[in-house]
């Protein structure tokens, strides 16, 4: 029969440090990875997908996100413009 001593050390040497750190930034970037693929996925599908918004008259405009950022890049465009003092 082995008896196994477990013995604790005071010192941790450089190798496990740079190993447990390194398992850590691994595991940290797969889940950043992760999350960011799901993000753009997310967008992706929202870019394309038509949308109904309805106004105070309750007559519907549809669109896509891409028109939907559209509209709104030139709505700031024309703002910008009409701030403009000369």
């Known amino acids: 029969m ?3 001593n477990i013995t604790f050390l005071r010192r941790t040497d450089t190798a496990a440090l ?5 398992a850590v930034c691994a595991i940290f970037f797969a889940r950043l990875n992760k999350c960011i ?7 992706w599908r929202w870019l394309f997908a038509p949308k ?6 309750g ?13 709104n890049l030139l709505a700031a465009a024309v703002c910008v ?4 003092s000369l």
């Open 2 to 4: 082995n008896n196994y």
């Open 18 to 22: 740079v190993s447990v750190l390194f």
């Open 37 to 43: 693929f799901a993000a753009a996925k997310t967008a």
């Open 52 to 57: 109904t918004y309805f106004a105070g008259d």
């Open 59 to 71: 007559e519907g405009v549809t669109v896509n996100g891409l028109q939907f950022i559209g509209i």
């Open 81 to 84: 413009l009409l701030s403009i």
